[in-house]
């Protein structure tokens, strides 16, 4: 069969239109860059909320999005932070809760090795705060007496546990008794 310019005119046109639609498919499930992914948007409110950079390490939904997160300057400090479902607002984060468990593992960590050699401490700090005031100290600053003072001033409670590891094979009969 010959074709005529007209049907050659027509071809083209559907082939012009099938791609297109298939680049539009593509651009839906991919993003291609017009949206935000929810990891882009978290990483967006953590950075409003706490004034410095962040990645995200995973994440997974389950209604709402979950996801371990760390600084960009610290990529050893995980911690774990909540949205609702579209990444549009922080249910609840720890990374407060986990700089002073930091702190607070550097600071006893040392006599819990000297009194158990081949031990270390873990701690564990509870409570989440989905609302850091404006007055609350920026991570860098923040201590233990801040985070329970916020806790008591605006009644809520907390545990902090105090992990501790040992490794008998290390320690000596005296310290077993």
Known sequence: MIQTGKMKQRKNKRNLLIVSVLLLALCFVTGCGLFKSDTEQLKDLLEDKYGEKFEIKSYYYDGD?????YPVNDPTLLFQARTDEHAERIKHDYYLQNIVAR???????PLVEQAFP?????VDISHTLSSV?????????????DIMQYYSENDISSDI???IFVDTTQMSEDNIA
Not at 103 to 109: I, K, M, N, P, R
Not at 118 to 122: C, D, E, T, V
Not at 133 to 145: G, S
């Open 133 to 145: 005031p404006e007055t609350f100290p920026r991570a860098d600053a923040v201590t233990l007496d």
């Open 118 to 122: 081949g031990s270390y401490l873990s």
């Open 161 to 163: 546990v105090l992990n």
């Open 103 to 109: 702190q607070v593992e550097e600071e006893y960590g």
């Open 65 to 69: 999005m979950w996801a371990m997160c």
